[in-house]
């Protein structure tokens, strides 16, 4: 079994941060990559920002210059540095893990159970 575990959610103001974090553990083989999605109430699930093993990285435009994202293979961990931020973040952010549980196997999608992010004042 695979699981991936959320922590950092929470209430700030705008123009505050917050640090998501998210650790994949278990039956792992290899991860591919890690990150992060959102979704905010009636509206469809967004990818934030990715990160693969090899550092690669991709944002959403709008998080691009207050959102990093960054890994800690050793620790199968991803981290979310979310500065400036906006109402319009609110939203539940969800981590997944694309990775393959054994060699020569498809890989997947694992998700973890969502944190929720309130930014108001």
């Known amino acids: 079994q695979v699981q991936v575990v959320e922590s950092g959610g929470g209430l700030v103001q705008p123009g505050g941060s917050l640090r998501l974090s998210c650790a994949a553990s278990g039956s792992i083989f290899e991860i591919y990559a890690m990150g992060w999605y959102r979704q905010a109430p009636g509206k469809q699930r967004e990818l934030v920002a990715r990160i693969t093993s090899g550092g690669n990285t991709f944002y959403t435009d709008s998080v691009k210059g207050r959102f990093t994202i960054s890994g800690d293979n050793a620790k199968n961990t991803v981290y979310l540095q979310m500065n400036s931020l906006k109402p319009e973040d609110t939203a539940v952010y969800y981590c997944?893990?694309?990775?393959?549980?054994?060699?020569?196997?498809?890989?997947?999608?694992?998700w973890g159970q969502g944190t929720q992010v309130t930014v108001s004042s």
């Open positions: 997944y893990a694309d990775l393959v549980v054994a060699a020569r196997t498809m890989s997947y999608d694992y």
